[in-house]
């Protein structure tokens, strides 16, 4: 069990919705926080209301900029302490039709959903390791980045990333003995302002100037579909900050907000079990080549 207390995080995507959730929950169990956005007026609201609470740091941050994540780290560090808990969690969403797909926003998503979790990795896992104290770190992903629905190809396909990227690094951390645990996020539907940050992050992103009068109206209207989908039906923020609190105590790899992808899992997994050839003593062998091969790699990082 990890003892929450007295430590500091970094949190990114922090200014509202889920990422103050996760700050709030951290503040009631003492933690120090560095909370980070792009979002310079809901940062300084978040800042103001967390500082009632815990000692708080705020950066205006874009995951993008590795030069700044790097920059901001030592910031935080000098003014908090080391930190120990890193939740990655700023991000985009929505519905995305085929038709509207361009390499503008494969870009755009990638490079913030995927990019932005990996950037953090980059600036933070090399000081843990080399500290070698426990800590943990938090990855937001989405229910349908372990079942994909078909709802948003680019969408989705970026949180599955942060799903694989998470239960990796979380293996190869125990398997070369680092006290370092990884949850990866995937939170159902909750209520936030994710529908209008993503318009804004896509209009900025990939602007239309050719865009017809019907083009903005069908994107008002999904805006304020999908506005009012995630505030009736979504979970509140503040009950998936407790969640994941108890997630990094107990060391969990997954924490998992709501069952809407229960269907999807199940019929995701039994059409990868039944897509597995029948078994042969060749599976048996490398099985045995693959254990040995791991071994081989966690004696390696230990000398
Ligand atoms: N709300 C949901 O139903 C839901 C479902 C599945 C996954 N998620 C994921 O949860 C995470 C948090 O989203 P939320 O629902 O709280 O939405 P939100 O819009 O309320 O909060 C996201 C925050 O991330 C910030 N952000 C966006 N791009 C950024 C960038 N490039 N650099 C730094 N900060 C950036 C925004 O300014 C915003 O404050 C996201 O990764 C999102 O994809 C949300």
């Not at 995951?63 to 939740?87: K, M, N, Q, S, Y």
């Not at 372990?146 to 690094?169: F, Q, R, W």
Request: hydrophobic share 45%; charged share 25%.
């Amino acid at each position: 069990m990890l003892d929450l207390a007295g430590r500091t995080a970094f949190i990114t995507g922090a200014a509202q919705g889920i990422g103050l959730g996760i700050a709030r929950a951290f503040a009631r169990e003492g933690v120090r926080l560095a909370i980070t956005d792009i979002d310079q007026e809901a940062l300084d609201k978040a800042e103001a209301e967390l500082s009632a609470h815990t000692s708080v740091a705020a950066f205006v941050l874009d995951v993008r900029d590795r030069p700044a994540f790097a920059r901001i780290a030592d910031e935080a560090e000098e003014r908090l302490g080391p930190v120990t808990l890193l939740v990655n969690n700023a991000g985009i969403g929505g519905p995305l039709s085929l038709a509207e797909m361009s390499y503008e926003l494969w870009d755009l998503y990638v490079g913030i959903n995927i990019g932005g979790v990996v950037n953090g990795v980059q600036t933070f896992l090399p000081r843990l390791m080399a500290r070698g104290e426990p800590a943990h770190l938090v990855n937001t992903a989405s229910g349908v980045g372990l079942a994909p629905a078909g709802g948003s190809t680019i969408y989705e396909a970026s949180k599955a990333g942060v799903v694989g990227l998470s239960e990796a690094l979380g293996k190869q951390l125990a398997l070369e003995g680092h006290p370092i645990g990884v949850t990866v996020l995937c939170p159902g539907a909750v209520a936030t302002n994710l529908a209008a940050t993503s318009r804004t992050a896509r209009d900025l992103a990939a602007p239309r100037s050719d865009a017809t009068t019907e083009d903005r109206e069908r994107d008002d209207r999904r805006e304020r579909d999908e506005t009012s989908f995630l505030r009736n039906l979504g979970a509140d923020p503040d009950d998936v900050g407790p969640l994941v609190v108890e997630a990094v105590r107990s060391g969990a790899t997954f924490a998992i907000t709501d069952r809407s992808t229960a269907g999807q899992l199940a019929q995701r997994a039994k059409a990868l079990f039944s897509a597995l050839p029948p078994a042969t003593e060749r599976d048996h062998r490398l099985d045995v080549f693959m254990a040995t091969q791991r071994r081989r790699m966690a004696q390696e990082s230990e000398s």
